[in-house]
């Protein structure tokens, strides 16, 4: 049974950074793209960066680059989204997600896989 748990959500002011991390388990991690989107209150889910595992290869929205990088730990089953210099506007649930295929994921946004998702609030 796939598991992708969400930790490290939480309150920050603007500015301010968060490190979010999502475990994954029963999962082929290595050849899979993963990635990290948001949904805010009355607005539809967005993709925020995503990963493919086997290189490292990266993609982001345009709204995350210069401020967010996404990375993993092939050995601890692990994916990091490092969020700098966090905006009201990055408020939201923030989802890891995974799929064998970047269409899947960063095109359709209909990844097989979700996680349950960690909140994060960006306000003064």
């Known amino acids: 049974q796939v598991q992708l748990v969400e930790s490290g959500g939480g309150s920050v002011q603007p500015g301010g950074s968060l490190i979010l991390s999502c475990v994954v388990s029963?999962?082929?991690?290595?050849?899979?793209?993963m990635g990290w989107f948001r949904q805010a209150p009355g607005k539809e889910r967005e993709g925020v960066a995503a990963?493919?595992?086997?290189?490292?290869?990266?993609y982001y929205a345009d709204s995350a680059k210069g401020r967010f990088t996404i990375s993993r730990d092939n050995d601890k089953y692990t994916l990091y989204l490092q969020m700098n210099n966090l905006k009201a506007e990055d408020t939201g649930m923030y989802y890891c997600?995974?799929?064998?295929?970047?269409?899947?994921?960063?095109?359709?946004?209909?990844?097989?896989?979700w996680g349950q998702g960690t909140q994060v609030t960006v306000s003064s």
């Open positions: 029963g999962y082929t991690f290595r050849t899979s793209y």
């Open positions: 990963i493919y595992l086997g290189n490292g290869f990266t």
């Open positions: 997600a995974a799929d064998q295929k970047y269409t899947s994921l960063w095109v359709r946004h209909s990844p097989n896989y």
